[in-house]
């Protein structure tokens, strides 16, 4: 099992422009997770997609938007990228419940000039 | 709102030294209590939870964490250092109640061993 992949790994981007970052599970959860990781803050909830179908904002959604395509994928798309979004981006996935551990992807680093 | 404190962000110790990393939770109902490390260039990955029972809670690579009520605390512990140690290590909480998945992180505490 390759668990919780994103793709890319590294991104440079100009400020306005666009991009998807890929995420995908091979674990059959429910659930999956974007977050951002900043330097001294940890890491913040972007999006998450409790079920199939089904998308809700976290704590830091401005600027970003997210598709769960099916079961297995969920996308985070900048639609017009700013300096203040360059970070480390993680998806993660897990069942349901709040006793569930989640698992993470390798991260994407993007950086906006 | 939950929120969660590591004290210290950044911890060295000598191999071989007691590790300690703190963390503190506020929330009036205890939530489910987690430790995450995240070795360089790479994602996180789970070392222990707690969710009901023994408070007392081991983990991966010799870890172990016990949860305090009356301290509102979950720290993170581990006997002995080893250089392979050196990481970032997180402390998250998700709620009892609200029926799904969520996390809320510390801002995490960089572990320095040296020889």
């Known amino acids: 099992n390759a668990g919780v992949t994103q793709t890319p790994k590294f991104q440079v981007l100009k400020t306005g422009q666009s991009m998807t970052l890929q995420c995908a599970q091979d674990m059959n959860h429910n659930s999956m997770y974007w977050y951002r990781q900043d330097p001294g803050m940890g890491l913040r909830l972007i999006y998450y997609s409790a079920s199939e179908g089904t998308t809700d904002k976290g704590e830091v959604p401005n600027g970003y938007n997210v598709s769960r395509l099916n079961k297995r994928e969920f996308s985070l798309r900048l639609e017009s990228a700013a300096p203040s979004q360059t970070s480390v981006y993680f998806c993660?996935?897990?069942?349901?419940?709040?006793?569930?551990?989640?698992?993470f992807g390798p991260g994407t680093r993007l950086t906006v000039l | 709102a939950q929120s969660v404190t590591q004290l210290g962000s950044h911890v060295s110790v000598s191999e071989g030294a007691l590790v300690l990393l703190r963390c503190n939770y506020s929330s009036s109902v205890p939530p489910y209590l987690f430790w995450y490390v995240q070795y360089p260039n790479q994602g996180l990955q789970l070392l222990l939870k707690?969710?009901?029972?023994?408070?007392l809670v081991k983990g991966i690579n010799g870890f172990e964490a016990e949860f305090k009520k009356s301290e509102t605390s979950f720290h993170l512990t581990k006997p002995s250092a080893h250089m392979s140690d050196a990481a970032e290590y997180f402390c998250?909480?998700?709620?009892?109640?609200?029926?799904?998945?969520?996390?809320?992180f510390g801002a995490g505490t960089r572990l320095a061993v040296h020889p």
């Open positions: 707690y969710t009901t029972g023994a408070t």
């Open positions: 998250a909480v998700s709620p009892r109640s609200g029926g799904y998945n969520k996390l809320i």
């Open positions: 993660a996935s897990s069942e349901a419940h709040g006793t569930d551990t989640q698992y």
